[in-house]
């Protein structure tokens, strides 16, 4: 349904990603993050959707090609630690938006899951570009952004079986939303780490993977539309 494209970052330099158009001109734009597997089809299929509703979408290609297969955690993890976070928000993700808006996007919206997930907010702090973010799973260090960085409407979507993006880390940052008094919502399932990914049945939850995804429109008409 989507192609290859490539873009330009902020500092001229260029970038790659799979696009999808939705069927309506001057729909908003939304940024899709990868996980830590890279950008592959279930990645594509996701984006997919959400042009099927009505948004232009950008997934950036993070990893430069490369995809991890789903049982390789430590071709995963090596891949994700050797990401320059700090320079794909600034430069690949604000690319993205930037190349949404010159096609028309009035609004852009981000989004991401586990790895992309952290991006996603580190993205509500650093990139001017967005509107609204929509986080699955994933919370960035504190020394990269807190609660009290956030600067745009933000919903969270967690796992209360989850030991890398925990029920306890998640509820401290929820609490810091509240008290720094963010405009932010924060969902948790009955679900392990990653139930959004109907790719793996070892941890796909597809009630959990229902709601969060008809919250998550909801949630980015309202703030994109």
């Not at 939304?30 to 592959?40: A, D, K, R, T, Y």
């Not at 008094?181 to 049945?201: I, L, Q």
Request: hydrophobic residues 45%; aromatic residues 10%.
């Amino acid at each position: 349904m989507g192609s290859r494209i490539t873009f330009k970052r902020p500092d001229g330099k260029d970038a790659a990603g799979y696009h999808v158009a939705a069927a309506t001109a001057g729909a908003p734009g939304l940024v899709v993050i990868q996980e830590w597997w890279g950008l592959n089809d279930q990645i594509k299929g996701v984006c997919d959707r959400f042009a099927g509703v009505g948004f232009n979408v950008i997934a950036p290609d993070l990893y430069a090609g490369r995809v991890v297969p789903y049982h390789d955690s430590e071709s995963a993890t090596k891949e994700m630690t050797s990401l320059n976070f700090l320079d794909a928000v600034d430069q690949v993700l604000r690319g993205a938006a930037l190349k949404l808006k010159a096609d028309g996007a009035g609004k852009v919206g981000v989004t991401g899951f586990c790895m992309g997930g952290a991006m996603t907010i580190l993205a509500a702090a650093r990139v001017p570009d967005f509107s609204a973010a929509v986080c699955f799973y994933g919370l960035p260090p504190a020394a990269a952004a807190g609660p009290a960085d956030v600067k745009i409407p933000l919903e969270g979507h967690f796992a209360l079986h989850d030991d890398w993006c925990t029920p306890q880390m998640v509820m401290e940052f929820a609490a810091g939303l509240r008290k720094a008094h963010k405009p932010a919502e924060f969902f948790s399932y009955e679900a392990h780490h990653g139930f959004m990914n109907e790719a793996r049945p070892d941890v796909h939850q597809a009630k959990a993977a229902q709601e969060a995804w008809a919250r998550t429109i909801v949630f980015l008409n309202k703030h994109l539309g």
